[in-house]
């Protein structure tokens, strides 16, 4: 009798548990919208459907770049990245930080203290978090927090899956 309500417990914990994760997965990416007002260097866009992004971006790219995931931290190789150059958004190749503004922030995730030019990137509220974006083809890129190092005091704590580097 004990082992039939344990078995029945489990299944419906189990059963809950898919059905709460095929809710999570199904769940529609509704488009993003720009906010009015946000320029990119040159006036530059790319656009594209979801189907396309997806077939040019990895699952982790799109899932981050798309979805607004966040990678693990401490598991991007750009994370110890040190030789000059310049990082660049994946999806549309927009140049968005200089190797010169990146610092050790000891977060697992590569950080900046300021975007090669100011509108590389845009900002939006995301909770008690303010999200990056890229400002060339809306990408998300990680989050910007208020405790990073001088001249800016910012820290742009950004995925590195979402980032290219080309060495200078």
Same mark, same amino acid.
């Given at each position: 009798? &004990?082992?039939? $309500?344990?078995?029945? /417990? ?8 898919? %059905? ?6 199904a769940k529609p990416r509704l488009p993003h919208r720009r906010p009015a ?7 530059? $866009? ?6 396309? %992004?997806? !077939? ?6 799109? *899932?981050?770049? $798309?979805?607004?995931?966040?990678? %693990?931290?401490? !598991? !991007? ?6 030789? /000059?150059?310049? @990082?660049?958004?994946? #999806? =549309?190749?927009?140049?968005? @930080?200089?190797?010169?503004?990146? @610092?050790? !922030? &000891?977060t697992g995730w590569p950080s900046f203290y300021a975007p090669i030019v ?8 995301? #909770? ?5 974006? =890229?400002?060339? =083809?809306?990408?998300?890129?990680g989050h910007v927090f208020a405790d990073g190092p001088a001249p800016t005091?910012?820290?742009? =704590?950004? *995925?590195?899956?979402?980032?290219? @580097? $080309?060495?200078?």
């Amino acid at each position: 009798m &004990n082992s039939n $309500r344990l078995f029945l /417990l489990i299944a419906l914990c189990l059963g809950l548990g898919l %059905w709460g994760y095929g809710r999570y997965v199904a769940k529609p990416r509704l488009p993003h919208r720009r906010p009015a007002g946000v320029t990119s260097p040159g006036n530059r $866009r790319v656009e594209k459907t979801d189907d396309a %992004w997806q !077939s040019e971006l990895t699952r982790a790219q799109y *899932n981050v770049m $798309r979805g607004r995931d966040t990678e %693990w931290p401490g !598991s !991007s190789p750009l994370l110890h990245e040190h030789r /000059l150059g310049t @990082f660049a958004c994946v #999806g =549309c190749h927009n140049p968005l @930080f200089s190797s010169a503004t990146k @610092f050790e !922030s &000891n977060t697992g995730w590569p950080s900046f203290y300021a975007p090669i030019v100011p509108n590389a990137v845009y900002t939006e509220p995301d #909770g008690n978090r303010t999200e990056v974006r =890229c400002a060339v =083809c809306d990408a998300h890129l990680g989050h910007v927090f208020a405790d990073g190092p001088a001249p800016t005091g910012l820290r742009y =704590c950004l *995925n590195g899956v979402a980032l290219a @580097f $080309r060495k200078k």
